[in-house]
């Protein structure tokens, strides 16, 4: 018999007993309709290798990691090539989380997986807003005619929960059409003073969070399919989070990591750390 001991793939502090979880973790390995560098669909694995790196404590929550009750579910399976199967699967996937009484954490993938994750999360929670982290708009009506692309994610957000409960951090780069669309239905959130107001606002609506790593700057995240300079760096990317621990913040995911466009690693380190803190903050 072995003897081990082994390194465990899962998570760091992740609870093998799902029925006492909060949130259940769940891999997104999809990324099918990336417009530029593909490599999203790694990150999910990458990540949890990393997070073994990271300490279980956070100063900046003063909470020790072991205090949240997650799971670790694993990576999803896809079906290489079939988009329409790889978003039913998500969106059943995370239905199941809901109707056990929990929470989804989706990590890795492309932005598109935010779609089929919010589509399950509608059905539990009318009311949904969604607090979207970002360096690009993603409110393209379509994308080399495909409506379903990472590219229009938020538009396709939109059409399911209301262009009143959408609320865009970070971003900096959209055509024009989309910028217009911005400031006609006042969805860009441009100074924190502004958030805390808004999110004060919105205190006991549902929340869910999505946090595509480009926001931050190239220079902190080198590791995503399509760079954009002059984002936040950690700190302030943090700073903005925690404008929404009083919130209701019932599901979240993180997502557009490529981790093979940074071979020093401090990407996917960048990544699990803020998942963690995600996890701590809202967990």
Request: charged residues 25%.
């Amino acid at each position: 018999m072995l003897s081990g001991p082994f390194l465990s793939k899962n998570w760091m502090c992740a609870t093998d007993d799902y029925t006492r979880c909060d949130w259940v973790m769940i891999g997104l390995p999809y990324d099918g309709t990336c417009s530029n560098k593909p490599g999203a669909r790694f990150a999910s694995q990458a990540m949890r290798t990393a997070s073994w790196g990271l300490e279980e404590y956070s100063p900046i929550a003063d909470r020790d990691f072991n205090d949240v009750k997650f799971f670790d579910a694993g990576d999803l399976e896809f079906s290489l090539g079939n988009r329409e199967s790889s978003l039913n699967l998500i969106e059943n996937n995370v239905r199941e989380i809901l109707k056990d009484g929990k929470k989804s954490f989706g990590i890795g993938g492309e932005h598109l997986v935010t779609y089929p994750e919010i589509k399950a999360y509608k059905e539990k929670y009318p009311n949904l807003a969604v607090v979207h982290f970002d360096a690009h708009c993603d409110l393209r009506e379509d994308y080399l005619g495909e409506k379903l692309s990472h590219a229009c994610v938020m538009r396709r957000v939109v059409e399911l929960v209301g262009k009143e409960n959408l609320y865009q951090i970070g971003i900096r780069s959209g055509e024009i059409e989309e910028y217009r669309w911005m400031k006609e239905n006042n969805t860009l959130i441009s100074s924190m003073e502004k958030a805390s107001e808004i999110f004060g606002k919105i205190k006991d609506q549902p929340v869910f969070i999505t946090l595509d790593v480009d926001v931050l700057d190239t220079s902190v995240m080198p590791a995503t399919g399509t760079q954009e300079a002059g984002g936040m760096t950690v700190n302030e990317l943090i700073s903005w989070l925690l404008l929404l621990r009083k919130n209701n913040v019932v599901g979240m995911d993180l997502v557009e990591l490529s981790p093979d466009y940074d071979a020093s690693g401090a990407s996917t380190a960048t990544a699990a750390k803020l998942a963690r803190e995600m996890l701590i903050y809202f967990g």
